[in-house]
């Protein structure tokens, strides 16, 4: 079965520290490129950061830029998104997603406008407050 699943959400104080894990199962994260997501209630869906293994390239959304890094580990087949300095704004619905390498044109499109190709998982919970 082909499916992302999430694990790492939860409750943290404002300028504290998460690490969101993302396994995938039923295909090999090798050949495809990688993202976080997030939605927040009554927002779209926004891409936080996105990273291609054929370059190197990652995008990093301006509000998360220096705060969020994105990360693979293709041995476990996982992705992660390490979260700092967290504010009350992060407070959303994470999720991961992958796309085959051969369907992405750039990352930064991958996360802002061609969500069309995407393999998502089913999201984990993020609330940052006192």
């Known amino acids: 079965q082909v499916q992302l699943v999430e694990s790492g959400g939860g409750l943290v104080q404002p300028g504290g520290s998460l690490r969101l894990s993302c396994t995938a199962s039923?295909?090999?994260?090798?050949?495809?490129?990688i993202g976080w997501f997030r939605q927040a209630p009554g927002k779209e869906r926004e891409g936080v950061s996105c990273?291609?293994?054929?370059?190197?390239?990652?995008y990093d959304a301006d509000s998360v830029k220096g705060r969020f890094t994105i990360s693979r580990d293709n041995a476990k087949n996982r992705i992660y998104l390490q979260m700092n300095s967290l504010k009350p704004e992060d407070t959303a619905v994470y999720y991961c997603?992958?796309?085959?390498?051969?369907?992405?044109?750039?990352?930064?499109?991958?996360?802002?406008?061609?969500?069309?190709?995407?393999?998502w998982g089913q999201g984990t919970q993020v609330t940052v407050s006192s």
């Open positions: 997603a992958a796309v085959p390498l051969w369907r992405v044109t750039t990352v930064q499109a991958m996360c802002v406008s061609d969500y069309d190709n995407h393999r």
């Open positions: 039923g295909f090999t994260l090798n050949y495809y490129a």
């Open positions: 990273s291609s293994n054929v370059d190197g390239s990652t």
